[in-house]
């Protein structure tokens, strides 16, 4: 008698061995395990322990007769497995069973058995989620809940309408500055357009994460910080970066001639969130050179500012309507007022970068990250999963999400 159960396993923990000895019970044990690239898919953070290293442990616990990779995507990842092993019983915890699940046994003619999960005697009961909120800091204080074992300061990347957080500049016109939040899962390159001094700033405070707080006031608190009255050089950071980095999911901020944004307004919709995830990606290019000033020649006029605003209206509307093709001329038009206020975005080698991938099929828009001179070009293409494949220096974007979020469980 085969019996399958399937999950994550990246905290392995005594509650997944007592799960594991139970379904045992029922006949010889095979276990699926997620992918990394599920994972980082599904929940939106890279694994702990990479696939291979999970597949050796959960191999390596007795009542398990084998264990696989799971070739699917996500929550339903097993579907290649069970069809290749054809398993007789189908074994989940309760807080792990869905009437997909049952669906699909049925029509596979499997056996579909739900436990409760019930610790090994003596011992406490454990889940992942309530472990990754008890890791804690060196100095004892608690991990957040909207953090994962390998978390690390989030970064921005600015959608539309930067510039427009300068008093400088929404002195000529008000606007909005979409940002969304991401997640830190390939390397964030200085002088890149990423707001890494903000990020530097806030690691000075927070070394590992950020603090588990309303987001709106930990922003005001980084962007405060961050712009010492003391400060020598006499510049003061946008509060686009601090926003973007800090509120989770997408979010628009409406600047009037001052600093601080007038209102903040956010989206978390996940079919959204993952649309906007299926269409962008980041191509890098070379950081911004030292001694560059992309504010030389600077032409801030209200026609040029009110371009810039006008972009950014229309890019959240396309983003909340998921129309790509309104989004991708929004996101470009945006760029394009961008460059007009700030020519010298353009430094000696992003136009090669913009001609090169501009002139692909799959290619609908670009712009370059915060104050642009080089760094990466941020591209909104067809498909983002498609487009990464076939181009390899390309970074897929991962969108961080609300605490809660992040404390589904994969299976």
């Not at 007795?62 to 990842?77: L, P, T």
Request: glycine letters at 6%; aromatic letters at 10%.
């Amino acid at each position: 008698m085969k019996v399958f159960v399937s999950g994550c396993y990246d905290l392995l923990h005594s509650g997944h061995v007592e799960f594991f000895r139970q379904a045992s019970q029922y006949g010889d044990l095979y276990v699926g395990i997620g992918s990394d690239e599920t994972i980082l898919n599904y929940k939106h953070h890279k694994t702990l322990y990479p696939e291979q290293e999970r597949l050796f442990m959960v191999k390596s616990i007795r009542y398990v007769k084998d264990a696989f990779i799971n070739q699917g995507s996500g929550i339903m990842d097993f579907i290649p497995t069970v069809e290749a092993l054809k398993p007789d019983r189908f074994v989940v915890n309760a807080d792990g069973s869905s009437e997909e699940k049952r669906q699909f046994c049925q029509e596979h003619g499997i056996e579909y058995i739900v436990l409760d999960r019930i610790p090994a005697e003596g011992l406490e009961a454990r889940s992942s989620t309530a472990i990754k909120k008890t890791l804690a800091h060196p100095d004892g204080s608690p991990k957040p809940s909207n953090s994962h074992p390998q978390d690390d300061i989030p970064t921005r990347l600015d959608l539309a309408g930067t510039w427009i957080d300068q008093p400088y500049v929404s002195t000529y016109a008000p606007g909005w500055a979409i940002t969304i939040s991401l997640l830190p899962t390939f390397e964030i390159r200085e002088r890149c357009g990423l707001s890494t001094s903000t990020r530097n700033q806030i690691k000075r405070i927070w070394p590992i994460h950020l603090p588990d707080m309303d987001p709106e006031m930990l922003a005001k608190l980084v962007f405060c910080f961050e712009n010492d009255p003391e400060r020598t050089d006499g510049i003061i950071s946008g509060a686009q970066d601090a926003i973007g980095i800090c509120i989770p999911g997408l979010c628009r901020h409406y600047y009037n001639a001052h600093y601080w944004p007038e209102r903040i307004e956010t989206c978390t919709d996940e079919n959204i969130l993952r649309w906007l995830e299926s269409h962008l990606c980041m191509i890098p290019m070379f950081p911004r050179r030292p001694g560059c000033s992309v504010v030389d020649g600077k032409d801030i006029n209200e026609e040029h500012v009110k371009a810039l605003a006008t972009a950014a209206n229309t890019c959240w509307q396309a983003i909340l309507d998921t129309n790509l093709d309104a989004f991708a001329k929004a996101y470009r038009a945006s760029f394009e007022a961008q460059i007009t206020l700030f020519p010298a975005m353009i430094q000696p080698g992003v136009q090669d970068y913009i001609d090169q991938y501009s002139s692909m099929e799959d290619v609908l828009a670009w712009k370059m990250p915060g104050a642009g001179g080089g760094g990466y070009l941020a591209l909104v293409v067809k498909d983002a999963e498609t487009f990464c494949q076939a181009h390899r220096e390309a970074i897929h974007l991962y969108i961080r999400r609300p605490a809660q979020a992040l404390d589904n469980s994969h299976s």
